[in-house]
């Protein structure tokens, strides 16, 4: 089970898929990144895309911080069927959550909607490559409002991959913190490439 841990839901417990296919964000790590966010821009009305959702606890989280909607993308029909679970369970409006199947990498462009905040919490087996080209997508695709913030969670191994993607990005790392092997990374866009929607 994962609890969440502040705002409208605080103290609900949801379920987190079987198996070996996801790799849920602890509390500890989860709250960490949950204040990173705070500090960097809230959650009120934010548009939310958690783009590996897993149990949909990220996405979840912020909307009990008061985001306005999320998009849950998941391809594993485990973890799907564990997020509607999960989603009805709280009592949560479709209107403000849409989950979708499908591998998100390959659906850049088809995503709904302009994004304020985007979690990326995808299987290790995925590069710092392929992740920030993904985001890159979306930037060129106006797919993310001027001041998003993107919440990348990887193996602490890859900071240097992670550096040398960003790079050549229209992105920059704001913010790293480190939690035994894993790194949350927030990313965001840099000064020189704001011309996209304002919230």
Not at 99 to 105: E, M
Not at 120 to 147: C, M, N, V
Not at 150 to 177: G, I, M
Request: proline share 3%; with cysteine.
């Amino acid at each position: 089970m994962v609890r969440i841990i502040a705002g409208e839901y605080r103290g609900r417990t949801i379920s987190a898929p079987k198996g070996d296919a996801t790799r849920p964000t602890t509390d500890r790590v989860r709250e960490s990144l949950m204040s990173m966010i705070q500090s960097a821009a809230g959650f009120e009305d934010a548009r939310v895309l958690d783009a590996f959702a897993g149990s949909g606890a990220l996405g979840i989280e912020a909307l009990s911080r008061g985001a306005c909607s999320v998009q849950f993308y998941e391809r594993a029909p485990v973890a799907l069927r564990t997020i509607q679970k999960n989603l009805a369970t709280l009592g949560i409006d479709t209107r403000q959550a849409r989950v979708q199947k499908g591998d998100v990498l390959s659906n850049a462009q088809s995503l709904y909607g302009i994004f304020d905040i985007v979690f990326l919490d995808p299987p290790y087996a995925y590069d710092a490559e392929q992740i920030i080209g993904f985001l890159s997508e979306l930037y060129q695709g106006q797919k993310l409002a001027s001041d998003a913030v993107c919440v990348y969670e990887h193996d602490a191994k890859d900071d240097q991959s992670v550096d040398n993607s960003l790079a050549s990005s229209p992105f920059e790392l704001l913010k790293r913190k480190r939690f035994g092997d894993t790194m949350v990374d927030l990313i965001v866009i840099k000064d020189d490439s704001h011309d996209g929607e304002e919230r």
